[in-house]
């Protein structure tokens, strides 16, 4: 059976902590650990015995909350602010460096690949 939330289809078979972590950009395990206490559900429950009227309270609780587009423009406009300022962290993420104090000497990659979000900004 799968299950659809927000647009998003889940198997039957999945956990609904793990599969809301996953499924959702801004939703960690914490996050989905605290929604399903707040609605009261087993976190370990299988998506397929959700009834209609918690999988309904699941979808008004996440349209609340600021997950995927809105959680990345948060991202985005937090890093827009550090480089408008001109703070060091702002400075690294325009030269797409890594912005944490991580050795640059050999493996800089992944930072280098991630911030590069926009150079003229």
Same mark, same amino acid.
């Given at each position: ?6 647009? *998003? /289809?889940?198997?039957?078979? &999945?956990?609904?902590?793990? /599969?809301?972590?996953? *499924?959702?950009? @801004?939703? !960690?395990?914490?996050?989905? &650990? ?5 609605? @009261? ?7 397929? %015995?959700?009834? &209609?009227?918690?999988?309904? +309270?699941?979808? +008004? &609780? ?6 995927? !587009?809105? /959680?990345? /423009? ?15 962290? !702002?400075?690294?993420?325009?030269? !797409?460096?890594?912005?944490?104090? %991580? ?12 911030? *590069? ?5």
């Amino acid at each position: 059976m799968v299950v659809h939330i927000l647009g *998003k /289809a889940f198997k039957g078979k &999945e956990v609904i902590k793990i /599969a809301l972590a996953s *499924k959702f950009y @801004g939703i !960690g395990t914490k996050t989905s &650990e605290k929604l399903c206490s707040k609605l @009261g559900f087993y976190p370990w429950m299988r998506m397929h %015995q959700l009834s &209609e009227p918690q999988v309904m +309270s699941i979808t +008004s &609780e996440l349209s609340n909350m600021t997950i995927e !587009g809105d /959680a990345r /423009a948060v991202v985005k406009d937090n890093i827009q602010r550090l480089k408008k300022i001109g703070s060091y962290r !702002g400075m690294r993420h325009t030269l !797409g460096l890594p912005a944490r104090g %991580q050795n640059t000497r050999n493996n800089a990659k992944t930072a280098r690949k991630l911030n *590069k979000i926009d150079r003229r900004g």
